[in-house]
Every structure is written in C-alpha cells, then in structure tokens.
C-alpha cells in the first residue's frame, strides 16, 4: 500500500479570491504520496488558504482537487479522507484527551475504540494523560494531542497549520524531530504550512516557497538555498548579498559581469534570467559561502575566484561564526559569516579587507525583480495584495 | 490501516453541487421567529402608539387619528415637573451608583481574592428575592423614628437635607431622598456587574507598570484602571439611567405625591384616568429624550459598541 | 499614623464592604421581619418574634397561586426566549447576511427602553387588536423582553468561540448537525444557561410590563404590589427569604461540585 499513488495530492488550476483580493492565484501543484511538503511563506502569501482548500474548509474559487484518483473539490472536510492538525491545535475543551483522540473515529461509527485511543496515546507518550481536559495540558502536550487525533483516523494525508507555532523555541525544536520520525514511521503524506524557513528546511522533503498567492519556488531544501530563482526566496530563505551587475561577455560555460569596475564570473547554468550582453543581472552570494582576506595579504588569494574589495564597517562575535557587515563600492551591506578556525586579528572594524568566493557558488537573478523582497520586516504583516 | 477499512466508503461525487451554498438562507431561518416576534411585539406597538398620542376622542365613541400634535404640548405643559423630576432622580442615582458600585466592582476585580465569588454571590442573590419585597424593606429601614432617621438626624445630616429640599421635618420616608435611594439600591446591580466585568480584563500588571513609572496610587487609578474601565462605567450608567427614568415603583412606594415622576404619570392615565392619547404622547417623549440622551452620551464617551 | 496608613490601604475594602452592606440590608430585613408578629395589617414595624408565616406560607389568600402563576410564565417565558435568542444570537456570530445592522438595532432597543414605555406600547397593541389581557399576553411581553437579554449573553459565549473547533469537527468526519451537537452546543452552553438563567430572573420578578399588560391575571410582584396599598402579610417575606436561600444554596452546591470535579481531574 505504499508504493501506490492515492495518497497523492494534485491540485490543478486551483484560486480563491475574496471579493477584489486574490489570495490564491491558479496553481497547479503535486504532492507525491509519501512525502513531507512544507508550504513556506510570510502570513497572508496563501498558504494557509491552499491547505484549507485541500482540507475542505475553504472552496476553491476554480480550479480542481485530486486524492489520489478521487476529484475531491466539491466534498465537504467530513467526506474528505484527509485530516488536519490546526492552528492552535482546536482541540474540544469540553471533552477530555481520550474523547478528543476518539472524536474522529467514533462519527465514523466505530464502535470499539479502546484499543486504538490508548496505542495512539502511548505514540505521542501521552497515556497518563487520558483522562484530563486539554487546558490542564502543556503546549507541547496539547501539540502531541493534536496530531494523536489526527493520525488515528488514518488519513490519506495529514495537513498541519503552522503546528509549532506556539511553542517556544527549544520545544520546537524537539517536536519538529518528532514530527519527522513519526511522519518516517506512518509513511502519510504531510502537507506543513509554516512561516518558519528554518522549520521547513529541516522537516520537509520539498518546499514550496510562496509569495503573494503564488509558489514563487519548488524543491528540496538545499536546492532553494543553494540556487534560488528569484530574490524572494534568495532572501527569505537565509540571507543573500545581491550585487547589480551588466553582462560583459560569456566564455565557454561561464557569463563575464561586470560590477563596480570589477568582474565577476557566474556559471551559466546557476542564472536563471535572460543574459544578453549589455543586460543587467543581479549576483547573488550567500554570506557563508565567502572568505574574508585582509588587504595586505591580496596577493594570497587563488586564482580564478570572484573577489571585491571593501572595509569592514562592523563585526559581531557569535560564538560558532564572526558576522560581518562590509563596506563596498557594490554593495553597501555587504554580509559575510566567517567560521571562527583561525581568526585574524586584523579583521576589526576599520580595516581594509578583500571578499573572495568560489564563482561556483554565485548565483544569478533577473534585474527586473524587487532586490529587497522576501526580506524580513520586524514584524512580517499582511498586506502582501496582488 | 485497520480504521481506514472499518471507514465507510467516500465515493467520489464529482457531480454534486457543492453544499456549503445551500446554507444561505440558514441566517435567515434562524433570525424569522425572534425578530418576527420583535417586529410585531415591540416594533409594532411603537407605531400603534405614535397613532394613538395623535387621537382624539374619548373612550365612549372611541378614538380616531386626527393628526392632533396638541396633546404633546398640553402633555409637556402640564408634566413638565414630573418629567424634570425624573431625570434629576435618575441622574442623581446613576451618580450614586458609579460612586458607591465603584469601590466594590474593584473590590472584587482586584482585591477580594479567594473571597471573590462569595462576594459576586452576595451581589447577585438579592435580585431572587422580589424587588418590590426588597423595596419595601426600605419602608422599614427608613421608618419615622427609626434608627436610621435618628442617627441622620443627630448628626445634623437631615439639617442639610432640608435646606437643600431633599426632605422635610424629621422625616426621610415620602420625600425624594428615599426615592432617589430606592433607585440607586435597586439598580445598583446593573452598576456593579459591567462595572467588574470591564475591571477585571485589565491585566494586573498594568498597575505595576504604571507604579513602576512613578504614579502615585491616584495617579494609577486616574490615568491608567479608570480609563480603561470606560466601557463598563457607559454601560453601567446606562444600564442605571434608562430603567430609574421610566420607574415608577419607588417614587409610589417610597414617595409621595411630591415625588411623582414621568412613570408614574404614563401608569395613572393609562391604567386609571384612560386618556391613552396624553399617556402615549407622555411615553413618547419619555422615549425620544432617552434615545437623544443616549446617542450624544455614547458619541461623547466614544464607546460605540455596546451590545 | 498607622492607623491613618492602614485606612488609606485599605480604603477600597471598606467602601466595597460599605456597598455590600447596603445591597444586601433589605434582604437582612426581609428575613428578620419573616418572624415578625405585626399588630395590624402592615408588616413594617417589630413586634414580636413568631415562626406562625413559615409554617403557613400558603395562609394568606391568593398568595401561592399568584406564585405559581409566576413561575409556570416564567418558564415558558425562559424556554421562548432562550430558543428564540440563541438562534439570533447563532445568526448574527456565524453567518453574513444583510439588513445586520437593522437586527442589531432591534436586539439594542428594547434593552435602551424604560419599561413603562414598552408596557405602555404594548398595551396599545393589545387594546387596539382586542386581545384578551392575561396569561398569554403577560407571556408574550416577556419573551419579547427577555429575547435582548438572552441574545447578548449567547452572543458573547458564541464569539468567543474559536471558530476552528468547528473546523476540526467537520475534518473529524462530523457532519453539520454532529458538529453543532458534540462541538457547537456544548461549549456554548455556559452562555445558553446564564442567559436562560437571566430571562427567568427577569421574567419571574418583572413588574411593570406585567402590570400593564396581566388584565386581571395577578403574578407574584402584582400580588406583592396591591399588598403594598391593603397590608402586607408576613409570608411575602417567607417567600421572599425562600427564594434568596435556595438561590444562594443553589450557587454554593454548583461551585462545590464543579470544584470537586476540578479536583479529581486534577
């Protein structure tokens, strides 16, 4: 029963509009049975409307739902063999854990639940606790009810709204393990909203990274980091230095650019805009993926990597890492994180420095895009219309 | 997988119409009979009765709408006292109430601790026992030489009373002072229970936050818990002001014919003298000066949502 | 100087318990004068100390049966409005719909209306349809006053309410009737029973509707009323410290219980 294909969720030209708003645009999107699916994204990207159109709570404004081979988009939530672990866990208040665990099972009309409650509440390590009402339970606790009461029925995928949320970090971090083990052992499919990029990269498979009611990216983990398609996930995910840039000339494999006096090599294959000369490109380099050299020791730096000058306009001492802040003619933030081995103590605010990185590692965009989307605000708010 | 076998069977039903459009007329299903019965049993009658204050005819040929807006003037002519009397009465007892309600709605918000719920019992208990039973007691409290009169009178409060016309002689009974303190007793309650509810969401540590940046005691109840307790001192005035406007029971039972208000006009010539044009042109103007006083209140005190 | 100190601490208690005494007074009276052996025909001066009313609440002509005219209006006035205002108060929470504003006003009003004025209106209506005053015009006018209060009470519990616990019943496989009656109901109840519980207070002592619109139907505040003005026997105050006593026994009996269950969950 595993290998098969009903626990596939395909969504085909799947929108919702409210009014004039456009929460969803047309999608089309496939979840392979079996896997671990984050959806990621800002509050109000559309991810938690995606997951309520899956589940049955929200109805498409087009488009269709596919389980497996059962067209699905015009069945209430309780028809759907899917289930969810929501927001906040909405777990009864007025039933106890036992009752809460056995909700689903029992409005299916079995009769004998026992058995099953007690084994699922064993799972999540929660038997001693059969017999209380939700609000005497811990975040974590009641976080581990949530998905007890979920899984039991079985579904076909399990849908989990922001489930970590509430709980503090060091918490979260323990159940995004458990999580992952218990989805490893069930074999279910799992669809993870979250807002959390750190959350998602650990836990999932793939991610889809969405933005204004639209995936803007979809793939494994480290392919997003390494190679994003647009500044919106460079930037949401992790942090990149973005540097404009005009195409120069290409040679073999490679383009020429041309930045701030200074030339910069970028795999073809790694750029994902139109590259005609002349055309502008935006660089981008992940701040850890760059060496710091002071400038009285340029001349030690290899050959053939891509290298700026700059000077260091602030450093902050973290413990694994250096992160530095540096001045340049390109860029006038430039990040770098340095892994403390060696460190050189000449690396203080003030001093001249040289940024050097393999062009094996550049990444490039369309200039035509927002260089500072996806960049985290204070407070990631709502307001992302179309 | 055993619960998935046990699961009756979902059929794919590609067909059906979604379902959830159906319930668009369940709002309506549900509000029919309520707001019908308000239509027709209190909507309704405010009409009927708009037509009757502008009748003229008596009881023996009947009544016939001739548009007659007369009877308001005669009607605020003649009562203008009672009508003056009753928003003095219920002014003075909406102030009573805030002033003697606050202390104790804060008592329990903040300071009765495990005695809290004993306390909200022993504020609401009393409405089981019938308030007019409960009114009547104050005839005794309030008695001619009691001991109530008699302190007041030997410490000189009674002096004041008087000079101030709020009563006469050695008495207490049949003047408006016992009026107005039937009305502050018997809506005391609807003073205290807003009064607590919107004192006991302010978070705790608001006091402590503000003690921390230097306010005084006072300072913290004036700038910071009394403001935040707005809503309830709006609805708690009212919820005071509204119902000890139209009372009549105390100004009968505790008053005398000094102390008649605008109610006990509408009850006298609806109930016995049957001139239903002035009582409804009597009660109509009861309304409408409430609802204008209502309005600019709630506009002034910014609190718009009340219900 | 102490003293001064603990008396400006303490301020707030002693004017709380000040309000306290003076709400709670008549009751003392009420109850000390149930013992009451009274000379003439008004119960309002101490004489001398007898049991004679309670164990003859019933002696008094008229009395228990406008009592139980009272409680049979009251009951059917609290099942009328509470199955009326729940409903409304479900509408107005969960579902969008137009004219809103206009049912809102209608629950609104009849809270910002002195009675006298509604009785007044009411009575008009009746005269004007020649219906005959009694115990179902008494009934209507209550339902139609009592509606308000049980919709504000419903109302508030129902927007309190997490809206995804109904969400999560539906993708537990419960259809919309199971959801309303194992999610839905349940955890509105608190707010169903208070508002219940408040229409029959209303209901059982409202006076001056009654008064306006019983015709010769006489309810328990109108019996009490017209003894005000022929005397006033001692069994009012019988019923009257009954009622406080099993009210307040009926509180303290639901606060112990609910703290026992607390307890053993815990």
Redo the contacts between chains.
């Keep these: 029963m595993t290998n098969d294909s009903s626990g596939d969720v395909r969504l085909s030209g799947i929108s919702k509009t409210y009014g004039a708003f456009t929460a969803v645009h047309p999608l089309d999107l496939t979840v392979p049975q079996g896997s671990f699916f984050a959806l990621l994204g800002a509050s109000g990207c559309g991810k938690t409307t995606t997951l309520r159109m899956i589940a049955g709570l929200e109805e498409p404004s087009s488009g269709t739902v596919f389980l497996g081979d059962q067209e699905v988009t015009n069945l209430p939530p309780y028809k759907r063999p899917v289930n969810t672990v929501f927001q906040s866990y909405a777990l009864f208040p007025h039933l106890d854990i036992f009752e809460n665990v056995a909700f689903g099972l029992r409005r299916r009309g079995i009769k004998s639940v026992k058995k099953q409650v007690e084994d699922m509440l064993e799972l999540v390590q929660l038997g001693e606790q059969a017999r209380k009402k939700p609000h005497q339970l811990s975040g974590g606790q009641q976080q581990r009810v949530a998905v007890a009461r979920a899984l039991i029925n079985h579904p076909k995928v399990l849908l989990l709204d922001e489930p970590l949320g509430a709980l503090d970090l060091k918490l979260r971090r323990q159940m995004q393990l458990e999580l992952k083990r218990i989805q490893t052992e069930v074999g279910i499919t799992f669809i993870h909203v979250t807002h959390d990029q750190e959350e998602a990269m650990t836990m999932a498979d793939t991610v889809a990274v969405m933005n204004a009611g639209r995936v803007e990216q979809l793939g494994s983990p480290a392919d997003l980091y390494e190679n994003p398609n647009t500044t919106f996930v460079a930037n949401f995910l992790g942090t990149s230095n973005l540097i404009e840039a005009a195409v120069d000339s290409k040679s073999g494999d490679d383009i020429v650019l041309q930045a701030g006096g200074g030339k910069l090599v970028l795999p073809q294959a790694r750029c994902s805009a139109p590259t005609a000369t002349g055309g502008k490109v935006l660089v981008g380099i992940r701040p850890e993926k760059i060496s710091l050299t002071h400038a009285d020791d340029a001349g030690e730096i290899p050959e053939g990597r891509n290298r700026i000058t700059g000077k260091i306009a602030d450093s902050s001492f973290i413990g694994v890492s250096t992160q530095y802040v540096i001045d340049s003619a390109v860029c006038p933030e430039f990040e770098v994180y340095s892994q403390n081995i060696d460190r050189d103590a000449r690396l203080t605010p003030g001093a001249d420095v040289v940024l050097h990185w393999s062009p094996a590692h550049t990444f490039g965009l369309d200039a035509a895009q927002d260089i500072d989307a996806g960049v985290e605000t204070v407070e990631p708010e709502e307001g992302v219309a179309a | ?4 076998t ?3 069977p ?1 059929a ?3 067909a ?5 459009k159906r319930g668009r007329l ?3 299903w ?2 029919l ?3 019908l ?3 027709v ?6 009409i ?2 708009a037509s ?1 204050s502008v009748q003229t005819g008596s009881l023996e040929q009947g009544f016939k709408v001739t548009w007659h807006f007369q009877t308001y003037w005669d009607a605020l002519a003649d009562y203008w006292p009672q009508f003056l009397r009753s928003v003095l009465y219920a002014g003075a007892a909406t102030i009573l109430c805030l002033v ?2 606050y ?6 918000a903040f ?1 009765a601790g495990r005695w809290r ?1 004993l ?1 909200m ?21 309030l ?1 001619d030489g009691g001991p109530v009169v008699g302190a007041l009178n030997s410490l000189h409060v009674l002096d004041v009373t008087n000079w101030l016309g709020f009563t006469s002689g050695d008495r207490v009974l049949a003047t408006p002072l016992a009026v107005v303190c039937g009305l502050t ?1 018997n809506f ?2 609807f003073m ?1 229970l807003p009064l607590y509810t919107s004192l006991e969401r302010i978070d705790g540590r608001l006091h402590e936050a503000a003690g921390d940046l230097y306010a005084a005691p006072f300072t913290t109840f004036r700038k910071v818990t009394f403001p935040l307790s707005m809503p309830g001192v709006v609805s708690g005035t ?1 919820l005071t002001f ?2 000890a ?5 105390n100004a009968d ?1 505790l008053g005398s014919t000094d102390t008649r208000m605008v ?1 006990n006009v ?2 006298t010539q ?2 016995r003298i049957l001139d ?1 044009p002035t ?2 042109a009597l ?2 103007i ?2 409408a000066a ?2 204008i006083m ?1 309005t600019l209140y709630i506009r002034k005190s910014g609190t718009e949502d ?2 | 100087m102490a003293f001064v100190r603990w008396l400006k601490r303490h301020l707030v208690v002693i004017a709380g318990l000040l309000t306290l005494g003076y709400l709670l007074l008549p009751n003392v009276i009420v109850t000390v004068f149930s013992f009451n052996k009274p000379k003439g025909r008004f119960n309002y001066e101490w004489q001398q100390f007898s049991t004679d009313a309670w164990r003859d609440p019933c002696g008094v002509a008229d009395m228990c049966g406008s009592l139980s005219i009272s409680l049979q209006i009251a009951v059917w006035a609290t099942i009328g409005a509470t199955v009326l205002g729940t409903m409304i108060a479900f509408a107005l929470v969960r579902y969008r719909f137009r004219a809103r504003g206009a049912v809102n006003s209608l629950i609104f009003l009849p809270m910002a209306m002195p009675e006298v004025v509604m009785a007044a209106s009411l009575l008009t209506l009746f005269l004007n349809m020649g219906a005959q005053l009694g115990f179902w015009t008494i009934l209507i006018a209550h339902i139609m006053f009592c509606l308000s209060f049980v919709v504000t009470a419903v109302k508030a519990r129902v927007m309190s309410m997490d809206p995804r616990l109904e969400q999560a019943a539906q993708d537990l496989y419960a259809g919309p009737a199971q959801t309303f009656l194992r999610v839905t109901l349940p955890i509105a109840a608190p707010g169903i029973a208070a508002g219940a519980l408040l229409a029959f207070a209303l209901s059982f002592d409202d006076f001056i509707i009654t008064n306006f619109n019983a015709g010769s139907t006489v309810t328990f505040p109108m019996f009490v009323w017209g003894s005000a003005q022929r005397g006033t026997p001692v069994q009012i105050n019988v019923i009257g410290t009954a009622m406080f006593l099993v009210a307040v026994l009926f509180v303290l009996a639901g606060m112990v219980i609910g703290n026992r269950r607390n307890k053993q969950k815990a």
């Design positions: 997988m055993a619960a998935v046990e699961a009756p979902l794919p039903q590609p059906e119409k979604p379902p959830r369940v709002p309506y549900l509000l009979p309520g707001i019965w308000l239509i049993f209190f909507a309704l009658p405010m009927y009765q009757t003697l309600g202390p104790l709605a804060y008592l329990i300071r719920n306390i019992i022993l504020v609401i208990a009393p409405f089981f026992t019938s308030f007019l039973i409960r009114t009547l007691a104050w005839k005794t409290i008695a007793y005391l309650p205290i009212l509204i119902p406007s139209g009372d009549y029971v039972l109610g509408i009850q609806f109930l239903y009582a409804a009660s109509f009861l309304m409430i609802l209502v009340l219900v």
